[in-house]
């Protein structure tokens, strides 16, 4: 005859845990002395770690600083362009500092292992984050191969312009005339339309006279061919040019223009405008400015 299962009664509860109650009788057979000595090496123990972090990270920075300055003479000797050497030099200085702080983080205890996994979660905000910046690195490096322009060229951009001071990581600093610094994300300027001032080596100038309506033209064209004769600056080749532009609706447009050296430009461009002010006061010859007649009956 089989053996009947017993039966199991569903319906019953778990006895409750049974705890125990501190007394005053057992609180004063607490050992505090053994526990306050335990807190106090504990909190040494950590102090000593978090010294040591701190000494990595000094110590670190210095020795990453000594690092770069190396890396840059080396990059010097091997004759790189300043562009691309304070590139290197930025990417080289993130790498290193982040290997620093990994170091000190690794003194505080906390395991490689677990410093990883916790990048690892946080790497789709940080990804999110910096997602501009990405783009701003690979426009750096859009730069450094294309070289749409170099240290030292003078470029527009947007609504901005000045001479490349350098060429970083994530952005590119341009000096401005009235010496102020500009700092441009790298991803803007290769989606932008960007002008390079420096890249050739001549300029065409350009200079437009208002004369007035009753102002002879052959004798204002003689002036000016005469003013780009002596001129030096002004090349032979290609030749200046001397023509009638506009007849606006208040004087004559006259241009003169002429080639020279790019970095000749704007000294030249000043210079030839006051010799036109100067020679046009001393023969006589009027500039037109915008007059409004008003007839009354």
């Given at each position: ?95 290193l500092l982040i290997a620093v702080v990994v170091a000190a983080i690794n003194a505080l205890g906390v395991a ?186």
């Open positions: 005859m089989p053996a009947i299962p017993p039966i199991i009664d569903t319906t019953a509860t778990a006895a409750p845990p049974i705890t125990e109650v501190l007394t005053p009788d057992k609180l004063t057979n607490i050992d505090y002395g053994g526990l306050l000595s335990d807190w106090l090496e504990k909190a040494i123990n950590f102090g000593v770690r978090v010294l040591i972090a701190v000494l990595i990270f000094y110590v670190g920075r210095l020795i990453v600083k000594w690092l770069l300055r190396v890396a840059d003479r080396a990059m010097e000797r091997r004759k790189l362009e300043a562009a691309v050497r304070g590139f290197l030099h930025s990417i080289l200085k993130v790498i490689p292992v677990s410093f990883a996994a916790l990048m690892a979660a946080a790497g789709v905000t940080i990804g999110a984050s910096l997602s501009g910046q990405l783009q701003n690195l690979a426009g750096g490096v859009i730069i450094l191969i294309t070289h749409p322009f170099r240290v030292g060229d003078y470029i527009s951009t947007g609504t901005v312009e000045g001479i490349v001071s350098r060429v970083a990581i994530f952005f590119t600093t341009l000096t401005t005339v009235d010496n102020k610094s500009i700092y441009i994300p790298n991803a803007k300027i290769t989606s932008d339309a960007l002008i390079n001032y420096s890249e050739m080596k001549l300029r065409r100038c350009e200079w437009v006279v208002n004369v007035e309506y009753n102002t002879d033209y052959e004798r204002v064209r003689a002036l000016l061919e005469q003013i780009a004769i002596n001129e030096r600056r002004i090349l032979p080749e290609p030749a200046h040019q001397v023509a009638l532009s506009k007849l606006s609706a208040s004087s004559v447009d006259i241009f003169l223009r002429g080639w020279c050296h790019t970095e000749e430009y704007w000294q030249l461009y000043w210079d030839i405008n006051r010799e036109i002010y100067t020679v046009f006061n001393r023969e006589g010859i009027g500039f037109a400015f915008p007059q409004l007649r008003v007839h009354t009956s």
